[in-house]
C-alpha cells in the first residue's frame, strides 16, 4: 500500500499549472466549471458582477429553505445555513453583498424563533456569533450607514427572546 504524500500546497498547484498550455489550463477550468456549482457561480460573478445578487438570492434561498421551506417545517440545520454563508463568500465580490447574507441568516434565526418559539442555546450562539461577524465586517468596511437601521432591527425583534439573546445583540450593536 503506498502512502499518500502530504497535502498539495498552493506553490505546488502553481509549478504544476506553469507545466500546462493555455489549451490545457482552459480545460481544466472547464472540468471544475462543469463539475462545482460554486466554481459556475465564481465565474458567473467574475465575468457578470451585475449578476451577484442573482447569485446572492440563490444563496439566500438555501438559507430561507433550512428555516422556512415551501412544504413542512423548516429543520432549521444551522451547518446547511451557515455552509451557504460560507460557500457564498468564496464567490462574492464585495463586502456589502456578504454582510446582507450573513444578517439575512441572523434575520431568518430570529423569524423562526419568532413562528416556533424558544430554541436552544446553541442555536442562539451561533446567531449571535454571526451577527458579531457582520457587525465587524460592517466596521471594518465603512458601511454603518448602509447597514445601521437592519442591524438595529434585528436587535430589537430579539427584545422578547430568551437566553440572553437580546442582550448579547444588543451588546455587539453598541
Known sequence: MQLLRDKISITHLKEYLKTCSQEELASEIAELFKKFPS?????????Y??????????YKKIIENEFFPVRGLGKARLSVAKKAISDY???CKTNDALIDIMLFYVEQ???FTNSYGDINEAFYISMERVYQQAIE???KSSLKNTFQQRCHRIVEDT???GWGFYD???T???
Open 39 to 47: 466554481v459556475q457561480d465564481y465565474y458567473q460573478v467574475r465575468l
Open 49 to 58: 458582477p451585475e449578476e451577484e445578487k442573482e447569485i446572492a438570492a440563490k
Open 89 to 91: 463568500e468564496k464567490v
Open 109 to 111: 434565526g430570529v423569524k
Open 137 to 139: 465586517l460592517i466596521v
Open 159 to 161: 427584545s422578547k427572546m
Open 168 to 170: 448579547s445583540l444588543s
Open 172 to 174: 455587539v450593536y453598541r
